[in-house]
């Protein structure tokens, strides 16, 4: 079993900062890449920022320049730096590990069971 746990949720008024962290933990036999989804009410779930092993990361045109992703590959962590925050940006943000377990050793996606951030202007 993989588990991911997300910590640093909360509610913040608009420019402010936040910070998410996120730590897989259990049977991991392979961490290929890590990051950030979030659903807003009544929206499909979206991408926010994804970072690879190797560490490229990828950002949704939304949050480019705004937010900042990082990881910890030996502690499979991984990390969201959320600056100058809107109101749009109010979701349940969910860690994402794309990898394997020992148990299964084919890729899938892994899921924490998401961190509220509200936003209020």
């Known amino acids: 079993q993989v588990q991911l746990v997300e910590s640093g949720g909360g509610l913040v008024q608009a420019g402010g900062s936040l910070r998410l962290s996120c730590a897989a933990s259990?049977?991991?036999?392979?961490?290929?890449?890590m990051g950030w989804y979030r659903q807003a009410p009544g929206k499909q779930r979206e991408l926010v920022a994804r970072?690879?092993?190797?560490?490229?990361?990828t950002y949704a045109d939304s949050v480019k320049g705004r937010f900042t992703i990082s990881g910890d590959n030996a502690k499979n962590m991984v990390f969201l730096q959320m600056n100058t925050l809107k109101p749009e940006d109010t979701a349940v943000y969910y860690c994402?590990?794309?990898?394997?377990?020992?148990?299964?050793?084919?890729?899938?996606?892994?899921w924490g069971r998401g961190t509220p951030v509200t936003v209020s202007s």
């Open positions: 970072i690879t092993s190797g560490g490229t990361p």
């Open positions: 259990g049977s991991i036999y392979r961490n290929n890449a």
């Open positions: 994402n590990m794309y990898g394997s377990s020992s148990r299964y050793l084919f890729d899938s996606n892994y």
